[in-house]
């Protein structure tokens, strides 16, 4: 079998349809099979009743609720195909995404491939790339925090030829993809930067966690996988400038409790951290932040139009 196409699944009967259509129109000519891995759902009867509609869907059931890392994995384990996609259940793959990604593979050698993407934004209507930075080699962490790279797991390809082994973590649950790719660093997987997007996301569906279980699931990635000051400091950055737009007061205070000033740069930073994640002052400051996010998007979009 050429190819395995991953999605896991959790209460996602309503939606799933749209990623199963968008692997379906794309596999004229390629033998391949599609593996709903579900999450303990409540909506299982209502899945299974849409899985009877497609010859190459395979639902597994896990017998307990888990995560997404280990619907991936357990997905993974069960694939027949020489290459492995992950789809979210709530995204959809790219037009040719398939055929082209698997030439990729061929062409380079690499075990691992990720890439950009298209964001569904709120209106349904539009579509914005991702023009992320390139991924050129050396430590995952500094591509994803220093350089603000980033690794969305409906991006990820594994052509098992050359695929060294790499496996979600089971005890993450959040930056899993993330997490992912710091492990295929560290396992000596050949990683290639695809600059098409090959994958269309929702980014408007927002996560389930409370916000204790939300810091408790940062608070692993943190002590597991950035070790190194200058790591988890650039992590904080990347992580604070979030969670200041939406006014979470709690995951600010998180990113200044892990944030260790080595220099006065890093010291004056954290001085700012502290003051703008005040209760008083966090409301005008994180519209102060959403302002300045505009204006660079306009300088960058009226930038386009004059070259």
């Known amino acids: 079998m050429q190819v395995s196409v991953v999605i896991p699944t959790y209460n996602s009967a309503a939606f799933v349809e749209r990623a199963l259509l968008s692997v379906v129109s794309q596999t004229e000519g390629l033998s391949h099979e599609i593996l709903l891995v579900d999450d303990c759902s409540d909506d299982r009867e209502a899945l299974s009743r849409l899985v009877q509609r497609y010859e190459a869907v395979r639902l597994i059931e896990k017998p307990a609720r888990s995560n997404a890392a280990v619907s991936r994995n357990r997905g993974l384990e069960e694939s027949r195909g020489a290459f492995v996609f992950f789809?979210?259940?709530?995204?959809?793959?790219?037009?040719?995404?398939?055929?082209?990604?698997?030439?990729?593979?061929c062409d380079s050698g690499a075990g691992v491939i990720f890439g950009?993407?298209?964001?569904?934004?709120?209106?349904?209507?539009?579509l914005s790339a991702s023009r992320l930075p390139a991924y050129r080699g050396g430590d995952m962490r500094h591509y994803l925090f220093v350089e603000r790279g980033d690794v969305r797991s409906s991006t990820l390809s594994l052509c098992k030829?050359?695929?060294?082994?790499t496996r979600f973590d089971d005890a993450t649950r959040k930056h899993q993809d993330w997490v992912f790719a710091i492990r295929a660093f560290h396992q000596g997987e050949r990683l290639l930067f695809d600059p098409q997007p090959t994958a269309v996301m929702d980014v408007t569906r927002q996560g389930r966690m409370s916000s204790s279980a939300n810091l408790d699931a940062s608070r692993y990635v943190v002590k597991r996988y950035l070790c190194q000051d200058h790591h988890r400091n650039a992590f904080s950055r990347r992580q604070w400038l979030s969670s200041l737009s939406r006014r979470d007061l709690t995951a600010c205070r998180f990113q200044v409790e892990i944030f260790t000033p080595g220099n006065w740069r890093e010291r004056r930073d954290l001085a700012l951290f502290r003051l703008a994640s005040h209760p008083v002052l966090i409301g005008a400051a994180s519209a102060l932040l959403t302002l300045a996010l505009r204006l660079r998007r306009l300088g960058s979009r009226s930038g386009a139009m004059q070259r």
């Open 161 to 165: 030829a050359f695929w060294q082994g």
């Open 87 to 105: 789809l979210d259940s709530d995204d959809a793959l790219a037009p040719e995404a398939l055929k082209r990604r698997m030439a990729m593979h």
């Open 116 to 126: 950009n993407y298209l964001a569904r934004l709120a209106d349904a209507s539009r």
